[in-house]
């Protein structure tokens, strides 16, 4: 069954899709959720008891923050990647579908790659078992797809998926959106070399600072202070350095002018 516009008002008591900031749609034997994409402002939804197998039409729900989908079809841990972006999402409920089948490790990987939640399946996320998913939860690359077909730049789409570029970028925004913080566009990335020159060099730095933002989320407020300290003092040394630098390069320019002005001297 669709879940329509109509059946939407109805069940919101609202006159618009945008004024819809919460929904209840229990047991309603729902598959198709499209819907949910002319739905921006939605805050609470609750679709458990259906039978629903995809959450890609929930990406756009930026103001989600809690989510019931109890009971349903979702058969792959992957669909995860389509809440990744919901930024405010702090209470998520799927027990009882078929991609819970392994519990351990199943709530280790949804808090691995949605570390923003503060209850999952009406259970308390705490912090050790935040600590805990970093390490040994799954991390969800990408979702299934079709198989890889030539692109307009002649990369194949799989070739893509491992761009350097487009590799830092999602990596980068996926820290971010575990952070709080707004979403980088790829403009933001005009001065980085083309995907094959980047090479290894720039994935590894990508990587470290992955590593140096999550261990962040460890830290007390004595620790923070801490590394506070030490990036200040870092900072301090590269201030320090372009400085001397800089004035290496001045004084090299000086000596040349000099230089010239001299032999134009000598040579009238």
Known sequence: ????RKLVLARAKASDLESV???NCWGCNLTDISIFTEIP???VLTLSANQIASLEHLSSCQHLCELYLRRN???SLCELQHLKPLRRLRVLWLAENPCCSNPQQYR???IRNLPGLHKLD???VTEEELAQALREGEELVSLPGPTPTSSTNGLTEADSENDPLDYSMEETNMIR???GLKLLSRDKFPSLPSPREAGDAHKKKSHTLEAVLLLLKDLDVDELRMVQSATDSKLRSCRRLREQQNTAHTHQQNT???HQQNTADICS
């Open 108 to 110: 280790l990987t949804v």
């Open 256 to 258: 040349a002018d000099t």
């Open 1 to 4: 069954m669709k879940l329509t």
């Open 122 to 124: 009406n259970q308390v």
């Open 177 to 179: 959106a575990q952070l």
């Open 73 to 75: 079809s979702i058969s």
């Open 41 to 43: 402002n939605i805050e």
């Open 21 to 23: 900031k919460k929904l």
